[in-house]
Every structure is written in C-alpha cells, then in structure tokens.
C-alpha cells in the first residue's frame, strides 16, 4: 500500500472523496491507493488452448507460445505483447506443442515438454529473452507432457508430468538458470500429471495432480538452493486445480478427482513456506481448469467449468485469508490454468475456451495497483 506522510499544516492534503482512494496537493495528485480496472487486451493472431504464457520481468513483456487450435492441430507460433498491447510474431518453438508449462525470471522466460502429436511427448525446453530471440538449451530429463512450472529464486523450475500418452507419469524435477544451463533436482514425493504449481518467498510449490492409480494429496517445496525442504499432505486428491500464492504461502483451489461423473471441488488449501497447512474460505462455485495468480496483495481464483456451467467468476483473497468481494471476467473462460501471466500489477488473460466449446482468441487484463 502506497504511504504518504501528512506534513505540516500550512500543506494540507485534499483528499477526493473517501472511496477512490486519491489525495491532492494543491490541484496535484500526491496519493492514490492501489485500484481495481479491468479491460480487453490485444488479441492473439489464431485462437487456441493448452499453449503457454510466461512474462518477462525485466523485459516487461509476456510471450505466448504453442497450444491447440481445434484439439488436433498444435502449434509452434510465439507471440511478443508488450504493456502497451502492441503484439508481435518472434522465433517459433522448436517445433508445434501442446499442454506444456512455462515461466518466467530476470531476463529470461522458458516454455518445456508438451506433446506434438495424440502419442509422443518431447523434453523440449526453449529459452527466449524479452526481444524473443529464441535459444534451444538442455532438454528436460524425461519427455513430458502436463506438467508445470514456475519461478524460484534466479531458477525457472519444471516438474511432473504424463511421460506417454497412456500410462506413466514423472516426478522428476528440473531447474534452468539464466544462462540456460539445467540443474537436476530431487524429485517430487509422487509421480504426477497436471499438478499445479506456484512461489513464495524463495520457495516453489509443486502439488496434487493425478498418477492415473490413485489421487496422492502431496505438495512438495523447494527453497532457493534447490533443495527439496517440505512435503505435506492436503485434504483432497485433484487435478486441473489451480494454484497462486498467498500471504506467506501458496493456495492450491478447485480442481476435479475420480471418473465420470466427476466431482468437483470448491476446496481452497493454504500451504506456508514451512509446509503447514491451512484451509482458506471455499470457491463461490466448485469447479476445475481454472487458474489462479497473485497481484499487490490479492489472490485471484477465475473462471473453469463443471459438467454444465462455464464461468467467469473471480473469487479474490487477501494475504490473510479473507474472503474480499468477487470479480467477474469480461469473457467466461476455462481451460485457463496455463494462458495466463502476471506482469508489473497486472494479470493477462489468453484464449482457453468459452461456453460452447468455442476456442478463443481474445484476451484480457485485470489489475490492481
């Protein structure tokens, strides 16, 4: 929260009413608290799921990659947006994915596995800077598809996933530094597809997901040395959740488990950087392939889909676990837990698909700040 010191009398402060949070000096804005808005953003060129975004901190762009456009035609395509929404076409991946993970750190953002055909998976991992020059560095440890990713201390990090198309998951663990070069870690505590993942604090946070034999209830953590510190068991077993950080910690929400007819969940676990576990306020809505991220403050839990509803329902959370008031998307959204990233304050939204089943091209920006 901006602070602002009052000063002495003969300077007062004007403040412009008491709810759009704005001071004036002398017909000068000298405060302002951090504020919802929310808007359409420069689409992507071809609709499309299961691609991947990630930004670029100190390049300040985000950089979509890949994904499906009908469910059988995948894509090598990489989009460059800037904040101002101005998009461009940069290096391809090294060949066309789908339902891989990426992330971003420093200079750097990194796109790893996928699949690029209904069969075969790849270790691909590709490394652009924010001018998205693409660089070609160490493939993963094992050919994946349905993993996850996210940041950790100068490291980007990827775990998990569906080594084939039928059978066969991977805990394996590896991190990338800014160089490219990889790092091979402890694995996770269970062999996973589709966890979700997410950091805090110097920590990583890989959990839930599916071994296509049971529903392990696992997150597995990970400090800055690449150390395996925590393993900690949550309440409920699922997959296609959604996790993001709160407070001194990350939340892990929503998600689905067992066979048709499937059960959805409402369920929002809190994990601290010790590993303890808490549980947050439910959903408003049970649902999976939603996705979740972490602006100034707030956790934002958003759209996904059950049996028969497609929602564009926000569920927000403070950094002490309080339930604030809900959003709404401009567009109802699911299969969003990968085409999304969050950059100086702001959330981008891509793609996914809407209530028909319609792949999308579209995208959003949510921010507080």
Request: aromatic share 14%; proline share 2%.
């Amino acid at each position: 929260m901006p602070i602002y010191g009052y000063g002495i009398k003969r300077n007062p402060l004007h403040w412009q009413g008491n709810k759009i949070g704005k001071a004036y000096r002398y017909g000068t804005l000298v405060y302002q608290s951090f504020q919802w808005s929310q808007g359409a953003f420069t689409s992507m060129s071809s609709v499309r799921d299961y691609m991947a975004a990630a930004a670029v901190p100190n390049g300040n762009v985000i950089l979509v990659a890949g994904g499906s456009t009908t469910g059988s035609d995948y894509l090598s395509l990489v989009e460059r947006f800037t904040e101002a929404g101005v998009r461009s076409t940069v290096n391809s991946l090294g060949r066309a994915v789908y339902h891989f993970s990426g992330a971003g750190n420093g200079n750097k953002a990194f796109f790893g596995g996928g699949g690029y055909s209904s069969l075969s998976n790849t270790s691909d991992v590709n490394m652009y800077d924010s001018a998205g020059v693409r660089t070609s560095v160490t493939g993963l440890y094992r050919n994946v598809r349905a993993n996850a990713a996210t940041a950790l201390g100068s490291y980007v990090v990827f775990s998990g996933g569906r080594i084939n198309a039928l059978s066969g998951q991977s805990a394996t663990t590896d991190a990338y530094d800014q160089n490219g070069a990889r790092t091979r870690m402890t694995d996770m505590a269970v062999e996973l597809m589709n966890p979700a993942a997410a950091n805090c604090n110097g920590f990583a946070f890989f959990g839930f997901g599916w071994d296509r034999n049971s529903w392990p209830t696992y997150v597995t953590l990970y400090n800055t040395s690449l150390v395996r510190t925590a393993t900690q068991n949550g309440l409920y077993g699922r997959v296609y959740l959604a996790a993001a950080r709160s407070g001194n910690g990350v939340i892990f929400a929503g998600g689905n488990y067992g066979t048709a007819p499937y059960t959805y969940r409402d369920t929002v676990e809190h994990f601290d950087t010790s590993g303890t576990r808490t549980s947050y306020p439910t959903l408003n809505y049970a649902r999976y392939r939603l996705g979740a991220a972490y602006i100034n403050g707030k956790t934002l839990v958003f759209g996904g889909n059950n049996d028969t509803t497609y929602y564009s329902y926000i569920d927000v959370y403070n950094d002490s676990g309080v339930k604030e008031a809900a959003r709404n998307m401009g567009t109802v959204r699911y299969m969003v837990g990968a085409p999304y990233d969050v950059l100086n304050g702001t959330l981008y939204l891509f793609g996914g698909r809407t209530t028909s089943g319609t792949y999308l091209n579209t995208s959003e920006t949510i921010s507080y700040k």
